[in-house]
């Protein structure tokens, strides 16, 4: 059984920063790629960043130059690096891994959700 927990989220003025972190345990073998998603009211869930276990990122653009993706293979974790946050950066993010778990088993798997809100 494979889970992933994220946290790091809450409540932020205009500007600010928060960290999120997200942690994969269980039955792991492998990980590939690690990303955010964010999901607002009413709206899609969205890419907002992603990170292969060699390093390559990608970023939607409305965060480039703002967010940043990184991970630490070692621990399976995958770290968003938020800065200069804006209104509409709020929303629930979910963190996103690819994994192969130990008895070679390729799943997609999601964490639970934390709150990202910014207002003022």
């Known amino acids: 059984q494979v889970q992933l927990v994220e946290s790091g989220g809450g409540l932020v003025q205009p500007g600010e920063s928060l960290r999120l972190s997200c942690a994969a345990s269980?039955?792991?073998?492998?990980?590939?790629?690690m990303g955010w998603y964010r999901q607002a009211p009413g709206k899609q869930r969205e890419l907002v960043a992603a990170?292969?276990?060699?390093?390559?990122?990608n970023y939607a653009d409305s965060v480039k130059g703002r967010f940043t993706i990184s991970r630490d293979n070692a621990k399976n974790t995958v770290y968003l690096q938020m800065n200069s946050l804006k209104p509409e950066d709020t929303a629930v993010y979910y963190c996103?891994?690819?994994?192969?778990?130990?008895?070679?088993?390729?799943?997609?798997?999601w964490g639970q959700g934390t709150q990202v809100t910014v207002s003022s």
């Open positions: 990170v292969t276990s060699g390093g390559s990122t």
């Open positions: 269980g039955s792991i073998f492998s990980i590939y790629a």
């Open positions: 996103n891994a690819n994994i192969i778990t130990s008895n070679w088993a390729s799943g997609n798997y």
